[in-house]
């Protein structure tokens, strides 16, 4: 191959990588959702959280501050999708997250997230430290090494 | 669009002192920390980032409308925060530009806080802070003061930057990184750190008092942290966790 069509399809490949890229860029932008982290009408707000998918289990975690831990709620809505509430030891109004200009007030903190692989139930172990809250599913089917 | 960055003094910026730079990144442990040095120590004002980098946001407070990047500072200190997470593809020409304008303004030493995330975040009671110095000998002094040393590993993010400037510019260099989660704001991971840099400058602020906002601060960062979760996914923030090649 000549040099001059090497670098034509150099420049080719990069152009392609670099629309690969911004494609990514707004899928994630698709991804990530815009609306807002509370809902006036569910009195919630919404819970940070993370879904870990491990070979044996999927292990879900939630930043639940300010929480009475014995509220806590956790739910497999239909297998796949997970659904954690936990009321709030006081109400926690616009005005105290420096907000004038809505109002409103909340007494949970909510979050749902999506599993992504078929989970026992029946099996869901989950414990709170200091407002972080873990909760233990064990897969359906159990990956393991050959 | 003009990619011009400026930084915009409103008051007299002294020399020799120490620069902080706390933008939202993992856990958010800079920039708890640098605001609660804003807040504990009455900084003023003193400086704010105008670009077309950064989105088109003005932030309000008491009615009036600030930039979201800001400097505040006294005679020793100057402190950069960012209530606005950092569009990761202008990252380096923000963090270019606080590092040179430090450099003007003939800053002693640039301190980056950031953390180091942490999968099990939630079973550590007091998590580790290491540090990383731009040369040896600032290393070993820093060492000498009880503080561990990051040996090996990848630092990304505002305080890989501002590392990577300041060696250019030849100003001693610090970062300070605390073990943290890595999308849940942490204000336990920032408090130890203040406590770090209190070893190694004259900044001794008592962290009390944040230690008791904790779950306040944690309720009231959800959205902030929600944004900079965004923009680290862009700037391959999970590159921390690999390790590294040094043959």
């Given at each position: 191959m000549s040099e001059t069509r090497k670098k034509q399809s150099t420049e080719t490949l990069e152009e392609y990588l670099q629309q690969i890229k911004e494609l990514t860029d707004k899928i994630i932008g698709y991804a990530s959702s815009e609306d807002p982290s509370w809902n006036i009408e569910t009195c919630c707000l919404q819970a940070l959280s993370n879904i870990f998918i491990t070979p044996r289990e999927v292990i879900v975690t939630a930043d639940l501050p300010n929480i009475e831990p014995e509220t806590i709620k956790v739910e497999v809505l239909d297998e796949k999708v997970i659904e954690i509430t936990a009321k709030m030891k006081e109400k926690v109004r616009f005005a105290d997250l420096g907000i004038c200009h809505r109002q409103g007030e909340f007494s949970f903190l909510r979050c749902q997230g999506r599993l992504h692989v078929a989970v026992v139930t029946e099996r869901m172990k989950f414990s709170c430290e200091k407002g972080i809250l873990e909760v233990r599913l064990p897969r359906k089917k159990i990956q393991t090494l050959k | 669009m003009s990619e011009e960055v400026n930084i915009v003094e409103k008051k007299a910026i002294q020399s020799d002192t120490m620069m902080v730079i706390g933008l939202?990144?993992?856990?958010?442990v800079g920039l708890i920390a640098t605001s609660y040095l804003i807040s504990e120590l009455k900084l003023e004002e003193l400086a704010f980032m105008d670009s077309?980098?950064?989105?088109?946001v003005v932030v309000l407070h008491k009615g009036l409308p600030h930039a979201p990047l800001r400097m505040y500072g006294n005679d020793k200190l100057i402190a950069v925060v960012s209530e606005l997470a950092i569009p990761a593809q202008s990252l380096h020409t923000v963090m270019r530009k606080i590092v040179d304008w430090g450099h003007a303004k003939k800053v002693n030493r640039i301190v980056a806080i950031g953390g180091i995330p942490l999968e099990?975040?939630?079973?550590?009671?007091e998590p580790e802070v290491f540090i990383a110095a731009s040369n040896q000998k600032l290393l070993n002094t820093v060492s000498k003061n009880g503080l561990k040393a990051l040996d090996e590993g990848y630092m990304v993010g505002p305080p890989a930057l501002s590392m990577r400037y300041s060696v250019n510019k030849n100003i001693p260099a610090i970062a300070i990184l605390a073990q943290s989660f890595y999308n849940y704001p942490d204000p336990q991971a920032s408090a130890l750190a203040l406590k770090e840099l209190s070893k190694i400058s004259?900044?001794?602020?008592?962290?009390s008092k944040l230690l008791e906002k904790g779950e306040e601060i944690r309720l009231k960062a959800r959205d902030m942290m929600k944004r900079t979760q965004e923009e680290m996914k862009r700037m391959k923030r999970?590159?921390?966790?690999d390790f590294p090649l040094y043959v």
């Open positions: - | 939202p990144d993992v856990g958010l077309d980098l950064l989105p088109p099990n975040r939630q079973t550590i009671n004259n900044v001794n602020v008592d962290v999970s590159q921390e966790y």
